[in-house]
Protein backbone atom coordinates (compact mmCIF):
# COMPACT_ATOMS: atom_id res chain seq x y z
CA UNK A 1 0.00 0.00 0.00
CA UNK A 2 1.44 3.65 -1.23
CA UNK A 3 1.56 6.37 1.37
CA UNK A 4 -0.97 9.18 0.98
CA UNK A 5 0.43 12.17 0.01
CA UNK A 6 -0.37 15.14 2.49
CA UNK A 7 -0.05 18.53 1.61
CA UNK A 8 -0.72 20.18 5.22
CA UNK A 9 3.12 20.87 5.53
CA UNK A 10 3.53 22.77 2.96
CA UNK A 11 3.31 26.56 3.30
CA UNK A 12 0.80 26.93 0.27
CA UNK A 13 -2.19 24.89 -0.71
CA UNK A 14 -2.28 22.79 -4.49
CA UNK A 15 -5.29 23.85 -6.02
CA UNK A 16 -8.06 21.65 -7.13
CA UNK A 17 -7.53 20.78 -11.10
CA UNK A 18 -5.13 22.89 -12.88
CA UNK A 19 -4.62 26.64 -11.71
CA UNK A 20 -2.32 29.43 -11.94
CA UNK A 21 -0.31 30.55 -9.31
CA UNK A 22 1.74 33.40 -8.75
CA UNK A 23 5.54 32.86 -8.45
CA UNK A 24 7.67 34.69 -6.02
CA UNK A 25 5.44 34.19 -3.22
CA UNK A 26 5.83 30.42 -1.93
CA UNK A 27 8.60 29.68 -4.38
CA UNK A 28 9.76 30.92 -7.95
CA UNK A 29 9.62 28.60 -10.92
CA UNK A 30 12.76 27.19 -13.25
CA UNK A 31 11.60 26.57 -16.47
CA UNK A 32 13.70 23.78 -18.37
CA UNK A 33 13.20 21.96 -22.03
CA UNK A 34 12.51 18.42 -21.50
CA UNK A 35 15.71 17.31 -23.11
CA UNK A 36 17.68 19.10 -20.46
CA UNK A 37 15.47 18.82 -17.42
CA UNK A 38 15.31 14.66 -17.51
CA UNK A 39 19.18 14.73 -17.38
CA UNK A 40 19.05 17.34 -14.23
CA UNK A 41 16.29 15.21 -12.71
CA UNK A 42 18.45 12.04 -13.14
CA UNK A 43 21.40 13.88 -11.53
CA UNK A 44 19.41 15.83 -8.86
CA UNK A 45 18.10 12.14 -7.97
CA UNK A 46 16.47 11.90 -4.25
CA UNK A 47 17.78 15.47 -4.18
CA UNK A 48 15.04 17.58 -6.14
CA UNK A 49 12.20 18.86 -4.55
CA UNK A 50 8.59 19.57 -6.63
CA UNK A 51 8.89 19.63 -10.62
CA UNK A 52 5.87 20.28 -12.45
CA UNK A 53 5.72 18.41 -16.24
CA UNK A 54 4.31 20.05 -18.80
CA UNK A 55 3.82 17.51 -21.55
CA UNK A 56 2.13 19.75 -24.13
CA UNK A 57 4.66 22.53 -23.40
CA UNK A 58 7.79 20.11 -23.70
CA UNK A 59 9.20 21.37 -20.14
CA UNK A 60 10.08 20.63 -16.71
CA UNK A 61 9.48 23.47 -13.96
CA UNK A 62 11.18 23.37 -10.78
CA UNK A 63 10.51 25.26 -7.51
CA UNK A 64 12.96 26.52 -5.81
CA UNK A 65 13.38 29.35 -2.74
CA UNK A 66 11.57 32.73 -3.88
CA UNK A 67 15.01 35.10 -4.87
CA UNK A 68 17.26 32.08 -4.78
CA UNK A 69 18.22 32.19 -8.70
CA UNK A 70 18.78 35.94 -9.43
CA UNK A 71 22.72 35.70 -9.28
CA UNK A 72 22.67 32.50 -11.34
CA UNK A 73 24.80 32.96 -14.19
CA UNK A 74 22.40 32.81 -17.38
CA UNK A 75 22.17 29.10 -19.10
CA UNK A 76 20.55 28.52 -22.49
CA UNK A 77 17.83 27.56 -23.02
CA UNK A 78 16.50 27.73 -19.12
CA UNK A 79 14.27 30.57 -17.06
CA UNK A 80 13.53 31.53 -14.01
CA UNK A 81 10.17 32.52 -13.03
CA UNK A 82 9.66 34.81 -9.81
CA UNK A 83 7.29 37.74 -8.68
CA UNK A 84 5.88 38.91 -12.32
CA UNK A 85 4.70 35.74 -12.81
CA UNK A 86 1.81 32.74 -12.66
CA UNK A 87 3.11 29.35 -13.26
CA UNK A 88 0.39 26.73 -14.15
CA UNK A 89 0.17 24.61 -10.90
CA UNK A 90 -1.62 21.18 -10.95
CA UNK A 91 -3.33 18.96 -7.97
CA UNK A 92 -1.04 16.72 -6.26
CA UNK A 93 -3.59 14.27 -7.20
CA UNK A 94 -2.21 14.87 -11.32
CA UNK A 95 0.86 13.13 -12.03
CA UNK A 96 0.51 11.86 -15.72
CA UNK A 97 -0.21 14.14 -18.39
CA UNK A 98 -1.12 14.84 -20.86
CA UNK A 99 -0.33 18.57 -20.06
CA UNK A 100 0.20 19.77 -16.82
CA UNK A 101 1.06 17.25 -13.81
CA UNK A 102 3.52 16.43 -11.27
CA UNK A 103 6.62 14.74 -12.09
CA UNK A 104 7.77 14.83 -8.45
CA UNK A 105 4.79 15.72 -6.08
CA UNK A 106 5.08 18.29 -3.75
CA UNK A 107 6.00 17.40 -0.24
CA UNK A 108 6.84 19.05 3.25
CA UNK A 109 10.47 19.61 1.60
CA UNK A 110 9.13 20.15 -1.36
CA UNK A 111 11.48 23.09 -3.02
CA UNK A 112 14.71 22.10 -4.80
CA UNK A 113 18.09 24.08 -3.58
CA UNK A 114 18.87 26.20 -6.23
CA UNK A 115 22.96 25.84 -6.01
CA UNK A 116 22.18 22.02 -6.70
CA UNK A 117 19.91 22.77 -9.02
CA UNK A 118 21.94 25.13 -11.03
CA UNK A 119 24.82 23.04 -11.31
CA UNK A 120 22.89 19.96 -12.20
CA UNK A 121 21.51 22.20 -15.33
CA UNK A 122 25.02 23.54 -15.84
CA UNK A 123 25.80 19.60 -16.27
CA UNK A 124 22.95 18.86 -18.32
CA UNK A 125 23.90 21.41 -20.81
CA UNK A 126 27.54 21.03 -21.26
CA UNK A 127 26.50 17.10 -21.99
CA UNK A 128 23.51 18.36 -24.54
CA UNK A 129 26.13 20.84 -26.38
CA UNK A 130 29.19 17.72 -26.27
CA UNK A 131 26.41 15.31 -27.73
CA UNK A 132 25.08 18.03 -30.45
CA UNK A 133 28.93 18.42 -31.71
CA UNK A 134 29.28 15.07 -31.72
CA UNK A 135 26.63 14.46 -33.84
CA UNK A 136 27.98 17.17 -36.21
CA UNK A 137 31.43 15.51 -36.85
Known amino acids: M ?6 RALPWTPPIGVQLLPAGRWWDAVRVPVHLGDDALHLLGENTGA ?22 DPLPSVKVYGDTAYVEVPSTERTAGPGVHWRVPPTAEHLTGAAALHFALQVAS ?8 RGRT
Do not use: F, N
Open 126 to 133: QDAEVARR
Open 2 to 7: EPTMTT
Open 51 to 72: VIGDSLGRALWWLIKPGAAVHW
